[in-house]
């Protein structure tokens, strides 16, 4: 019997259906029935955003807020290999994925199941991907492999471009100035050779080594400045999340959260990497590759 796999991911401008498509293409060649679904909240989220709109998610992602999604109508109880692919908001999982992670019935699916993930954000991911992985483990998933795409133009423009692209729904090249948004297309394409490698793996269901294979394939990285960010920035949104959430009149604090945002992006992220280089990074090269290989590694 063939193998059966399901893509499952959530996409608003259509780029994770691009990846998903462009991944699952060797395992379609390759004889698999791959059954691609997307995840549908009842309430959704308008695309493109509004600036409120966008920044008004911020608790709910942060404090992993579920929401209703629609009915799933899978067409398999079970699969041979579940991939889903999905986006971090706000440095957690985005709602949609979140929702579908606490989806009893999905948990159902993905139990004693191989999973392989996808991100596909600006460039901070490694919060949401630990997230993800953490609430795999809890549904009993057996996480084999993960793919981290993103944006790999420097922090501060890929921060002003996707912006222009989330309040415009225009995946192009802000002013003519900028570079375009969002995971390139070169990287895109390049998803198609780790879909093979995954083939391979799945033909011969053995998953101990596919996730060495995918770091090797440069399929995930680590960049070290935006992982050092990334772990400051974490509790501070945890803060800003729990204060945000108790409020009766939400706009003024998200307005002072989305302030915040710009200064500890432009001002603060910089000089705490300047002290960073000068005091802490060239005394702590083992904490720091430690560091790395848990964020690379599938195992929790
Ligand atoms: C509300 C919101 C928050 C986001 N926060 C992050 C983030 O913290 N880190 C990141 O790398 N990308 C972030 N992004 C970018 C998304 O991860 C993703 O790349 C983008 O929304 C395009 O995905 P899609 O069109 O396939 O849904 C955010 C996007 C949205 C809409």
């Not at 997307?38 to 608790?59: A, C, N």
């Not at 222009?164 to 297309?185: A, C, H, Q």
């Not at 033909?203 to 935006?226: C, F, H, M, R």
Request: proline share 6%; charged share 20%.
């Amino acid at each position: 019997m063939n193998k059966k796999v399901l893509a499952i991911y959530y996409t608003q401008s259509g780029q994770m259906g691009e990846i998903v498509d462009t991944f699952t293409s060797p395992l379609v060649d390759a004889g698999f029935d791959v059954e691609k679904v997307l995840i549908k909240l009842v309430s959704g989220y308008e695309f493109p955003w509004t600036g409120k709109r966008f920044f008004s998610v911020m608790p709910s992602c942060v404090l992993g807020i579920p929401e209703p999604l629609q009915p799933l109508e899978l067409k398999e109880q079970k699969y041979d290999l579940v991939i889903i692919g999905y986006q971090p908001w706000f440095l957690s999982p985005s709602i949609p994925a979140n929702s579908l992670l606490h989806d009893e019935g999905f948990r159902d699916v993905i139990k004693d199941t191989p999973v392989i993930t996808i991100s596909a954000g600006r460039n901070m991911w490694i919060n949401s991907y630990v997230r993800v992985r953490n609430m795999l483990k809890e549904a009993g998933a057996r996480l084999v492999g993960n793919v981290a795409l993103l944006d790999k133009h420097p922090n501060p423009i890929s921060f002003v471009t996707i912006f222009y692209w989330m309040l415009t729904g225009k995946k192009d090249r802000y002013l003519n100035i900028f570079p375009r948004p969002g995971v390139s297309e070169q990287d895109i394409a390049a998803t198609v050779e780790y879909g093979r490698t995954v083939a391979r793996h799945l033909q011969n269901n053995d998953w101990g080594t596919l996730q060495d294979e995918l770091i090797e394939q440069k399929a995930v990285e680590i960049n070290y400045k935006l992982m050092f960010i990334e772990a400051r920035a974490k509790p501070i949104f945890m803060a800003w999340a729990k204060i945000i959430a108790k409020r009766k009149n939400r706009t003024p604090w998200l307005s002072a959260f989305k302030y915040y945002l710009f200064v500890a992006l432009f001002l603060g992220a910089p000089v705490l990497l300047t002290l960073d280089a000068i005091f802490l990074k060239p005394f702590s090269a083992k904490r720091i590759n430690r560091n790395k290989l848990k964020y690379l590694q599938v195992i929790n």
